[in-house]
C-alpha cells in the first residue's frame, strides 16, 4: 500500500470543515448498505494497520485533488467563493464579522486538537484570548481586532508545531489581509494535524507490532465471516502451488512449508493480467510486485555478467574497478527496458555496445590486444539473445536466484545468507537485500495467516484423507 492521501499541500487544508449532505434518495437497500460498508471498514482497518507496521516509511499526506481534474477546478471555485464571501463581509461598513466568529471558533477547537495532556497553562491562555463570548461583546461594540488574535494564533501555532513547519509559521506572521492571513492559519492547521497524526503513528508502532500478528488475524476473520468467498483465491493459489510441488519430487514425501513457500515464490513473477491474487497477500502486492521486477532487473544483470565473463577473458576482471563499472553501465543502460520485448531487445544492444568497448578498454590497459572481431560480434549476439525468457543462460541465473530466495524462506529470518556461486557473488549485496525484504514480508505473512492456510494445504494434499506426513503449517 502507497502513504495515505497523497496529494498537494495547497489543495484542500486552507478551508475549514463543512457539513456533509444527506444521503441522496434512491440509494441501495440499507441492510445491503451497512454490510458493505461494515465490511469496507474492516478491510480499511486491516490495510492501515498492516501498512503501519511493515512500512517504516509510512505517514499520512494531505489529500488532495489533482489541480487538472473536473475534482480539482470545482474544489477551487468552491474555496476561491468562500473566501470571497469572507473578503466582502469584511470588506463592508461596518464589518460583518458573522463569519469570521464562526471561523475563529474552529481555529480554537484546532488548536486545543493539537495540546497534549500537559498543556495546562496554554489550554487556560487559549480559553482566555478566543473566550467566544468576550469576542462576541468586541464584534458588538466595534472593538475586534483581528489583526491581534490572529497575532496570538500564529504565535501558539509557532510554539506546537514540529520544526519543519517553522518555515510556513514564519509566512503567516508576514501576511496582511485578514482573509489571507485566515486561509493561511487553516491551511498550516492542516497540516500541522497530519504531523500530530505522523507523531502519534511512530510513537504506537512498537506497540502495534507486538500485537499486529493477533490484530490482522482477527480483522481478517472478520472479513471472512462477513464473506466466506474472500479465501477463494488463496484456496486456488495453494492448490496450484501443491500440485507443482507434488509433481516436482516424483511421489516423495511434500512439506506443507515446501508448499507454501514455492506459493510465494509464484508471487515474484505474478502476471499483472491475473486478477485473481490470493487475498491473503493482497496488501503486500506492490512490495511484492516491486521486487519482482527487481528480481527479473537482477537474473538479467547477472547473465550480461556471466556472458561477458565467458567471452571476454578473465583477466579483465581482476582490475580494480572494472567490474563496478561494468555493473553500473547494464543496470543504467537496462533500466527501464523490461516493460516490453521490444524495449528490452534495444537496450541489451546498448549494452553489447558498451560491454565490447569496456572490455577492450580494459584489455588495452593490460597492454593486450582488443577482442578479436570474431569475439565482438558473439558477446554482442549473446547479450542481444538474453531477451528471451527460454535463454538458457537466463534460466541457470534465474533457477540460482530462486534457489538462493528459498533458502533464505526455510526456517525463519535468516541469520547469514546463502553462499552464492559466480556471477551472483557480483551482486551479493543486492540480491542478499531483496532476499531480506522478501523474507520479512513472508515470515510476517505466515505467521497471520498460517491458521487459515493449514486446512487448505492439508485437504489439497491429502484429498482422500491419507495420513499426514508433511510439516503442517500454523
Excluded at 21 to 39: A, N, W
Excluded at 78 to 84: E, N, S, T, Y
Excluded at 317 to 346: C, M, N, Y
Excluded at 443 to 464: D, E, Q, T, W
Aim: glycine share 6%; net charge negative.
Amino acid at each position: 500500500m502507497p502513504n495515505r492521501g497523497d496529494g498537494t499541500e495547497d489543495s484542500t487544508g486552507d478551508l475549514p470543515h463543512l457539513q456533509k449532505l444527506e444521503s441522496p434518495t434512491g440509494s441501495p437497500p440499507s441492510s445491503s448498505l451497512s454490510r458493505l460498508i461494515e465490511l469496507e471498514n474492516c478491510v480499511s482497518n486491516l490495510s492501515l494497520a498492516h501498512e503501519i507496521v511493515v512500512n517504516r516509511d509510512f505517514c499520512f499526506k494531505p489529500n488532495g485533488s489533482p489541480t487538472n481534474s473536473l475534482e480539482g477546478s470545482v474544489t477551487e471555485i468552491v474555496h476561491r467563493a468562500f473566501w470571497d464571501c469572507l473578503q466582502q463581509q469584511l470588506s463592508s461598513d461596518p464589518p460583518d464579522y458573522s463569519h469570521a466568529m464562526i471561523l475563529l471558533q474552529e481555529v480554537k477547537t484546532l488548536l486545543e486538537s493539537l495540546l497534549l495532556p500537559g498543556h495546562v497553562r496554554l489550554r487556560a491562555e487559549l480559553d482566555e484570548v478566543l473566550d467566544m463570548e468576550l469576542i462576541k461583546q468586541e464584534v458588538s461594540q466595534g472593538a475586534l481586532d483581528l489583526n491581534r488574535l490572529a497575532a496570538y494564533v500564529i504565535n501558539t501555532m509557532g510554539s506546537l508545531c514540529a520544526p519543519v513547519r517553522d518555515q510556513d509559521i514564519r509566512a503567516l506572521r508576514h501576511l496582511q489581509e485578514p482573509v489571507e492571513i485566515f486561509r493561511g492559519i487553516f491551511r498550516v492547521l492542516g497540516l500541522m494535524k497530519i504531523d500530530m497524526v505522523n507523531f502519534t503513528v511512530q510513537t504506537l508502532r512498537p506497540h502495534l507490532m507486538q500485537q499486529a500478528v493477533q490484530y490482522e488475524r482477527a480483522k481478517f476473520q472478520q472479513i471472512l465471516d462477513k464473506d466466506p468467498a474472500s479465501l477463494d483465491n488463496t484456496v486456488a493459489w495453494l492448490r496450484a502451488a501443491t500440485s507443482e510441488e507434488m509433481s516436482s519430487v516424483s511421489g516423495g514425501p511434500v512439506s506443507a512449508m515446501s508448499v507454501l513457500n514455492r506459493a510465494y515464490m509464484h508471487l515474484l513473477r505474478w502476471s499483472p493480467l491475473d486478477q485473481k491474487y490470493p487475498e491473503t497477500v493482497l496488501m503486500d502486492r506492490t512490495r511484492l510486485d516491486t521486487l519482482g521486477e527487481q528480481v527479473r532487473s537482477l537474473i538479467l544483470d547477472a547473465s550480461v555478467l556471466l556472458v561477458t565473463s565467458a567471452q571476454g577473458g578473465g583477466a579483465v576482471w581482476s582490475l580494480p574497478g572494472f567490474v563496478g563499472k561494468l555493473k553500473q553501465s547494464i543496470t543504467a543502460l537496462l533500466e527501464g527496458s523490461h516493460t516490453s520485448e521490444a524495449d528490452l531487445r534495444r537496450g541489451l544492444l546498448r549494452v553489447g555496445e558498451k560491454v565490447v568497448q569496456q572490455v577492450n578498454e580494459a584489455r588495452c590497459s593490460q597492454e593486450k590486444t582488443p577482442l578479436p572481431p570474431e569475439i565482438e560480434e558473439i558477446l554482442k549476439g549473446q547479450i542481444e539473445e538474453l531477451w528471451k525468457d527460454n535463454n538458457p543462460v537466463r534460466i541457470l541465473i534465474g533457477e540460482r536466484v530462486q534457489g538462493f530466495l528459498q533458502a533464505m524462506l526455510q526456517g525463519g529470518p535468516p541469520k547469514r545468507s546463502p553462499e552464492l556461486a559466480f556471477p551472483l557473488r557480483l551482486l551479493n549485496a543486492n540480491l542478499t537485500e531483496l532476499g531480506r525484504a522478501f523474507g520479512q514480508i513472508v515470515h510476517f505473512n505466515r505467521s497471520v495467516f498460517g491458521p487459515f492456510y493449514a486446512p487448505i494445504l492439508r485437504s489439497a494434499m491429502f484429498p482422500s484423507g491419507e495420513p499426514e506426513t508433511g510439516d503442517d503449517q500454523r
